[in-house]
């Protein structure tokens, strides 16, 4: 599961890097691996607004794939399944990942973490669409092309630390 350490982590990781110094010492996080992403957030009008994801379905190990995709929220990817249909997850609790082949017979590929349809109030079919567009989809969507998806599902462990938690819990460890 995500935690605040991971969130922790992200932050000195991320000041580590805006001082120019390098991050020697890795908090011990075990040495099992998951696919990683992080959600970069930016605060707009006193509004936490997504900024984007970045990340790897790829197996990390935490310490060193944290510090690479570092920021203020952690993600954990987990139960990982093939969906019957574009249809088959449910908004909040999954997250999909879709393939289709596009009119050039290139592969094209996205993923949205769990909470972003909830965030933007999609529903399944404009998230799915909107999936599309993000894997470079220019034409017209179509039933069959939705039809013609490949999709996974999982679900997301997800831990958040603000910038001010983050320097709270710093001043008690010192």
């Known amino acids: ?15 580590s ?5 390098k991050v020697t010492k890795y908090p011990d996080f075990g040495t099992e691996r998951y696919p990683i ?9 006193d509004q936490e607004v997504l900024r984007g ?10 310490g060193s ?4 995709y570092s920021i203020q929220s952690v993600s954990l990817l987990t139960d990982f399944e093939k969906a019957a249909d574009y249809l088959d997850w449910e908004v909040g609790v999954h997250g999909i990942q879709i393939e289709f082949t596009d009119k050039k017979n290139y592969t094209c590929k996205a993923t ?6 909830l965030e933007q109030e999609w529903d399944k079919e404009e ?10 989809h220019r034409h017209k969507i179509t039933a069959d092309l939705r039809k013609s998806l490949k ?12 910038y001010t938690e983050y320097q709270s819990r710093k001043k008690t460890s010192i």
Request: proline share 1%.
């Open 127 to 136: 998230t799915v669409d909107n999936l599309i567009r993000k894997a470079g």
């Open 151 to 162: 999709v996974i599902r999982y679900k997301s462990s997800k831990k958040q630390l603000s």
């Open 1 to 15: 599961m995500a935690t605040e350490l991971h969130c922790e982590f992200c932050f000195d990781a991320l000041i």
């Open 37 to 45: 992403f992080v959600t970069w957030k930016i605060i707009e009008y």
């Open 65 to 68: 794939g944290l510090h690479v």
């Open 17 to 21: 890097e805006l001082e120019g110094k």
């Open 112 to 117: 949205f973490l769990p909470e972003v349809a």
């Open 53 to 62: 994801c970045i990340g790897t379905f790829a197996g990390t190990e935490l």
